[in-house]
């Protein structure tokens, strides 16, 4: 028997305990004190039974739990955090949206925004996180990401880079501006973008998938076969 | 580029890189010897359905179908037979039980959804370049070359008896397939300066009803062994067109070879001991 089946408490009670005490919860207490972990369970299994909680999280209390504690060290909504908490190829991942409130939220910086450069739609364009660090009002930038070096890179193997560069763009310079800047913002998770970028957007691996791949995105080409009238043109001779 | 412009412009092909792995001497001799011997029937068969099924349009004018129940022995027979013949000058003659079965095997590809997106590309295109390594200028004359999902595809049409992956697969590395694959997937590299290499997918089809078809790509191990015979078999050509030594079995100094027991029956002999 799993440890989602064991554990065992009062739907309507729980879920309004969940709405109460999340706010309050401490934050190494729920690993070292065992009222407050039995507590966590019961709040991480309120939370795996709605169906507000993204699909990953439903009838998944240990997911729940985790993301509890991401949350609670973080201060963040437990719900923001299932939202922003991807698994992509079996890591758990930020998504590139949250990386950029997490720069925002960590109380390092302010005015916290993209700068985007060169001309849209060519390798040059590019684009770089600056925020104005608090406490020495200095502007910092990240390192930027143009659309030249994830093609040297191979990321836009990833059909995203193809489809909604200027996105992309944005996801990686927080991604990059964090990794320099506030490292510890993003709790040494990677990004989602890093990760699919890296295996290539769930590309199929083979080259048989590959072409299967492409051959359903491209539609029924409009040539008409014109064997049969030559054919008949020839044995009509 | 018809095909004779093709034949005569300077550049080693695949099929004479092949004849080097048995032996320079084979090669040469292929090479000084164009027009030696008839081509075989099932080359001209093959011809003929690549024509059908990439051109068919210029079917007509570069084959004529050997009409049935010509009596040569008689007056009337010998006068038509000449008429054909007077008629079909220049083309290749091919057998009306052959034409049959190669229309049915274009008309069976046309209807299939797979091969009309394989095949909604250039048809029959040269390739010529320079190899950077040993300076062979080489050329190729690929069957299809198309864009699916903006991936570039190489196409080789394959007339077989079996299209069953296996059966193809154990036929192909003794035709020299993978090596076709790399050398034509370099010459698109090459010439269109791309960075990655294009997919090459091999189109197979029966030759025996139901004309049955296969699409079989090349992996990434089989077309780095294909790259790996591609550059011994062109640094063999290059050093023999450098000394002028187009040697034999023996090898480029002479030496006798031995004969070695098979793996497999290596195998059974130690295990028999």
């Known amino acids: ?237 | 580029m018809n095909e004779r412009d093709y034949n005569a412009a300077e550049g080693v092909r695949r099929s004479d890189l092949w004849k080097i792995n048995d032996s320079p001497e084979i090669f040469r001799w292929a090479v000084d010897h164009p027009d030696e011997g008839e081509p075989s029937p099932s080359l001209v068969f093959g011809q003929a359905a690549h024509k059908m099924l990439l051109e068919p349009l210029d079917f007509g004018t570069e084959f004529a179908i050997k009409p049935d129940g010509i009596d040569r022995r008689t007056k009337e027979g010998k006068e038509e037979w000449n008429k054909f013949l007077a008629m079909s000058e220049g083309k290749t003659i091919i057998s009306m039980d052959d034409y049959v079965t190669i229309k049915g095997m274009a008309d069976k590809a046309m209807a299939d959804p797979m091969v009309m997106k394989l095949l909604d590309g250039r048809k029959e295109v040269p390739f010529f370049w320079t190899d950077p390594d040993t300076g062979v200028k080489c050329k190729v004359k690929l069957d299809c070359l198309t864009y699916l999902d903006d991936m570039p595809v190489v196409v080789d049409y394959k007339t077989c008896k079996s299209a069953k992956t296996d059966a193809f697969m154990r036929d192909a590395y003794s035709y020299g397939y993978h090596l076709q694959a790399a050398m034509y997937t370099e010459a698109v590299m090459r010439t269109l300066g791309l960075t990655e290499r294009p997919m090459f997918v091999f189109l197979c089809q029966e030759k025996d009803e139901p004309f049955a078809l296969n699409c079989i790509t090349v992996p990434e191990d089989t077309m780095n062994y294909g790259l790996d015979t591609m550059r011994e078999l062109l640094g063999i050509y290059a050093e023999c067109e450098k000394t002028g030594n187009w040697y034999g079995y023996t090898g480029a100094t002479g030496q006798p070879n031995e004969l070695s027991l098979p793996g497999w029956l290596k195998k059974k002999e130690d295990g028999a001991e």
């Open chain 1, 1 to 237: 028997m799993s440890e989602t089946t064991a554990v065992s408490v009062p739907q309507e009670q729980d879920t309004q305990t969940a709405l109460t005490k999340v706010p309050t919860m401490g934050v190494a207490d729920i690993w070292l004190d065992k009222e407050r972990f039995d507590q966590a369970v019961r709040v991480a299994s309120a939370f795996s039974r709605t169906d507000i909680v993204p699909q990953n999280y439903q009838n998944k209390p240990e997911n729940c739990l985790i993301a509890l504690d991401i949350a609670a060290r973080m201060g963040m909504s437990p719900l923001t955090v299932m939202q922003s908490l991807y698994v992509v190829k079996g890591k758990p991942t930020w998504s590139g949206q949250a990386c950029m409130s997490m720069i925002q939220g960590c109380g390092k910086f302010t005015d916290v925004r993209l700068v985007y450069t060169g001309t849209k739609g060519t390798e040059n364009r590019g684009c770089c996180v600056e925020a104005t660090r608090i406490s020495d009002g200095e502007i910092v930038q990240g390192t930027e990401v143009t659309l030249a070096m994830a093609r040297a890179e191979g990321w836009t193997s990833n059909s995203k880079w193809k489809n909604m560069p200027e996105q992309m763009l944005g996801y990686r310079a927080a991604a990059f501006f964090a990794r320099l800047h506030c490292p510890d913002a993003l709790m040494g998770f990677q990004t989602a973008e890093e990760v699919e970028d890296v295996s290539g957007g769930g590309k199929p691996k083979s080259t048989a998938q590959r072409l299967a791949a492409a051959l359903k995105a491209e539609t029924t080409p409009a040539t008409v076969p014109v064997t049969n009238s030559v054919a008949d043109a020839l044995r009509a001779e």
